[in-house]
């Protein structure tokens, strides 16, 4: 997906190690319960720039996801200006996706659990407008890939509402690649380069950037066993920023 990159961003309260401020501290707003029921995908629409306040999902009742490993806690937010799209509702598909067995807990080296806005959390993962991805970035701003910065994972709504081209209209998959990448890097993985042309993708490749003859995958872990590349990125050119989508 986008860049692994280890810069700063805003957040919630403090977090170790403290990422570098973000021009306006983001104000949040605890969402509770389920997210709401709907018999189609609601548009999701954006401005190119956000306000920087955010909705925060509540924490899940459920157990920790994994059976064994180091218990880290996540917090999920929603920049305010997304229409579209819940906190609640990003938090669900963020959450149904890290607790898939085929996600970062099959290994056994993990165990992730999403808290409410009031607890301590080891990461948390937004969904922003593209300028509010570039803040939150270290590196290139360009307004199209997500990132992670430290303890923030940053997911471009961009790529939510209209995904990429090789994922063609399996939007709901490219979703899953897009928390499982950059959750990845979270947890200390490098990108990966496709195996050979015809295989599944790792999910550690930058899928969002070109496919290179793999097939799209969203999971690190397929029949129990993690399904890896060669570390490396390629020299992809970015497709230009996204300016909105109203």
């Not at 969904?127 to 939150?136: F, I, S, W």
Request: hydrophobic share 35%; with cysteine.
């Amino acid at each position: 997906m986008g860049y692994g990159l280890m810069g700063g961003g805003a957040a919630v309260r403090a977090q170790s190690p403290p990422p570098a401020p973000v021009a306006t501290a983001p104000e949040t707003e605890a969402i509770e319960g389920p997210p709401e029921p709907s018999t189609a995908p609601a548009r999701v629409t954006y401005p190119a720039g956000g306000s920087r306040k955010y909705a925060v999902a509540a924490r899940e009742t459920a157990a920790p996801a994994g059976r064994k490993g180091t218990l880290l806690h996540y917090r999920v937010a929603v920049e305010r200006d997304i229409h579209g799209v819940t906190a609640a509702q990003f938090a669900a598909v963020t959450t149904a996706t890290l607790r898939d067995p085929r996600s970062w807990t099959a290994g056994g080296e993990w165990r992730l659990q999403r808290v409410g806005p009031d607890d301590r959390a080891d990461f948390t993962i937004w969904l922003v407008t593209p300028k509010t991805r570039d803040a939150m970035c270290e590196g290139a701003a360009d307004g199209y890939t997500s990132c992670r910065a430290h303890d923030n994972v940053v997911i471009n709504v961009a790529r939510w509402a209209k995904g990429v081209p090789d994922y063609g209209a399996s939007l709901g998959v490219y979703r899953q690649y897009v928390i499982n990448h950059e959750v990845g890097h979270r947890l200390g993985q490098a990108h990966e380069l496709c195996p050979a042309k015809g295989d599944l993708a790792p999910v550690m490749q930058q899928q969002t950037l070109g496919l290179h003859g793999c097939k799209p995958n969203s999971w690190p872990f397929l029949d129990g066993s993690r399904h890896r590349g060669r570390i490396g990125a390629y020299d992809d050119k970015v497709p230009p920023r996204d300016k909105g989508f109203s």
